[in-house]
């Protein structure tokens, strides 16, 4: 949150997620459709990845002139990039999201009172849009915001119960009126702030696929707000389900640490960083980060010692970060990491009671 990014990029950056609420605008799916819908969002969240793709493959089966498989199976890879801060699976990302992207603008020539397909291609140019973000074409990435959002205004506008599209309209609202409040000044600002908060949470309590997701950008949002004990809370729900999770883990370990609770903040970054080296995929950021993190709160808790351990394992891992090959975490870059580590040694090395063995970094 600390980076100033264009705000229409955050629009749409929602995930698949899941819900039991069901409701008539999803009607012209046969509940078998829905069943792999519901699987497939599960087996995401409890990271069966692999699992998920091919339930969602099988959607492109079904409906191979629809987008909402190609969406879905591309959102899959994006989340394994987003949760493990690697870029391994780009070119399937492109290749599926591309495809679903045409597949929809298809649809909607065939039919352009077609609610879900807006929907679908909304969220299909929500994400080609942070991914280009990622990769700093700032052009790109602007453009599909803004078709992004135009398909999801339009879904809304055919069929105003189609609530999960609340979702990605409150992250826009939102995060717009917070990164742009600069411009606050101008007539025809709008400050949209509490709009979003609200679109979400209807799509929390009234969408069909929008709750867990849902919850986890509205933890972001009382984040930004301050508002530690409600992001705790729901932080605390998504925890007891999905309590290996690496973005349930992260945001839980940084709303400890606003909090001072630096025990907890600690564990919880142990418990991710466990979570990181047992993965197949790995991130050495990721990894620089939460050592600097579990040092940090050492730091705090009094334990000089070991607080060293870890910054120093942090600064040595930072030289063999392939930039490349991964991607930057949500809050801060890797860059603000690692001078946050160095600023941690040396703080450590100078207290009285501590005999360090000196290095230069």
Request: charged share 25%; hydrophobic share 35%.
């Amino acid at each position: 949150m600390k980076r100033i990014i264009l705000f229409v990029l955050i629009i749409i950056g929602f995930q698949i997620c899941g819900g039991d609420n069901a409701i008539s605008q999803w009607s012209s799916f046969d509940s078998a459709t829905h069943a792999l819908l519901a699987q497939g969002i599960h087996q995401v969240h409890i990271e069966e990845y692999e699992s998920a793709i091919e339930t969602f493959e099988k959607l492109i089966d079904l409906y191979p002139q629809n987008p909402v498989g190609y969406f879905c199976t591309a959102a899959v890879y994006q989340i394994i990039m987003r949760n493990y801060r690697i870029n391994l699976f780009e070119a399937q990302f492109d290749s599926l999201i591309s495809f679903g992207i045409q597949i929809g603008e298809n649809a909607i020539r065939k039919d352009r009172e077609d609610a879900l397909s807006h929907f679908y291609l909304g969220g299909a140019y929500g994400y080609m849009g942070l991914h280009k973000l990622r990769k700093r074409d700032w052009f790109g990435a602007f453009n599909d915001g803004r078709k992004g959002v135009s398909n999801l205004h339009r879904a809304v506008e055919i069929e105003p119960r189609l609530y999960d599209a609340y979702l990605g309209l409150g992250i826009y609202h939102y995060w717009r009126s917070v990164k742009v409040k600069i411009l606050r000044f101008l007539p025809f600002f709008r400050n949209d702030r509490q709009k979003g908060i609200d679109e979400i949470w209807s799509a929390i309590s009234k969408g069909r696929y929008t709750n867990i997701e849902g919850k986890y950008a509205m933890i972001e949002i009382y984040y930004n707000e301050k508002n530690y004990p409600m992001a705790l809370s729901l932080n605390q729900e998504l925890y007891e389900l999905f309590p290996t999770n690496p973005a349930c883990l992260y945001m839980r370990s940084r709303i400890f640490e606003r909090q001072e609770k630096w025990e907890e903040a600690k564990n919880t970054s142990q418990q991710l960083l466990e979570h990181l080296l047992a993965s197949e995929h790995r991130s050495i950021g990721y990894e620089v980060e939460c050592h600097y993190r579990i040092a940090n709160c050492l730091y705090k808790l009094g334990d000089l010692e070991q607080a060293l351990v870890h910054v120093k394992k942090a600064i040595d891992l930072k030289g063999k970060r392939e930039a490349s090959k991964e991607i930057e975490g949500p809050l801060e870059n890797f860059e603000e990491i690692s001078k946050k580590a160095v600023q941690l040694y040396n703080e450590i090395i100078k207290q009285d009671s501590y005999i360090p063995c000196r290095e230069n970094y």
